[in-house]
């Protein structure tokens, strides 16, 4: 049982729907973090938060958009996506004194039409 | 920056035999952590074991052990006495010190085992 949970499992939205995707942790770690994994490529690290605050953003588009209102749960709000961000998207978190070890949840597999 | 190769996209092993997954890295930071996850179908990525750049002794975790050759730059995932179980993709990656703590991670190798 993952200490880090994914919903939903699996997505699938038109290009012109809006969703988002939830990630929740009760491990007592304060970094969230969203991660793309697409086909034949390695996991692509999207956003970083550290104690709510957003601390990285890797030139991900503004049709992705994060939220963290706690050090508990962690948004992905998606918004007039494009049939190659159908992806696996992987949340992590970490412990701050930790050797750097992220917890993953189980992903959220999307699909866009 | 930080690299992770991992040139092997697909072992094939017999169940029973040992199987090592290769990994080498690239980076500028004099301290780093290389970490290895198994990623099974169902999606989720396992941690499996963690080389500090600094620690004398190479990493073991059970049947899991890294060959780690800092001169090298290589940071090798051994699995001893491989198992059905252990049919996986696996992803090698490197921490990044400076900045907000994150991995980068490399291609990864899918691994099957053979019955």
């Known amino acids: 049982e993952t200490g880090v949970t994914q919903t939903p499992r699996h997505l699938v939205m038109g290009m012109t729907n809006k969703k988002s995707l939830k990630c929740e942790q009760h491990?007592?770690?304060?970094?969230m973090y969203w991660y793309k994994q697409s086909a034949k490529k390695p996991l692509e690290l999207m956003f970083v938060?550290?104690?709510?605050?957003?601390?990285e953003n890797n030139s991900v588009p503004s049709r992705f958009s994060p939220e963290c209102p706690n050090s508990s749960h962690l948004f992905l709000h998606l918004h007039t996506l494009q049939p190659e961000d159908s992806a696996l998207y992987l949340c992590?978190?970490?412990?701050?004194?930790?050797?750097?070890?992220?917890?993953f949840g189980e992903g959220s597999r999307l699909t866009v039409l | 920056a930080q690299k992770i190769t991992q040139t092997q996209p697909g072992m094939f092993v017999q169940e029973k035999e040992a199987v090592t997954l290769d990994c080498t890295y690239d980076t500028s930071d004099p301290s780093y952590g290389l970490f290895w996850y198994k990623q099974p179908s169902s999606g989720e990525m396992i941690f499996l074991i963690y080389?500090?750049?600094?620690?004398?002794q190479n990493a073991t975790e059970g049947r899991y052990s890294l060959n780690f050759q800092k001169a090298r730059k290589s940071a090798n995932l051994v699995i001893s006495a491989s198992q059905l179980g252990d049919s996986a993709m696996y992803f090698c990656?490197?921490?990044?010190?400076?900045?907000?703590?994150?991995?980068?991670f490399g291609q990864g190798t899918r691994l099957t085992i053979n019955p």
């Open positions: 990656a490197i921490e990044r010190v400076q900045g907000a703590q994150k991995l980068v």
């Open positions: 938060y550290s104690l709510e605050e957003r601390v």
């Open positions: 491990l007592g770690h304060n970094a």
């Open positions: 992590a978190s970490s412990h701050p004194q930790g050797t750097g070890e992220l917890f």
């Open positions: 080389q500090g750049s600094y620690d004398q």
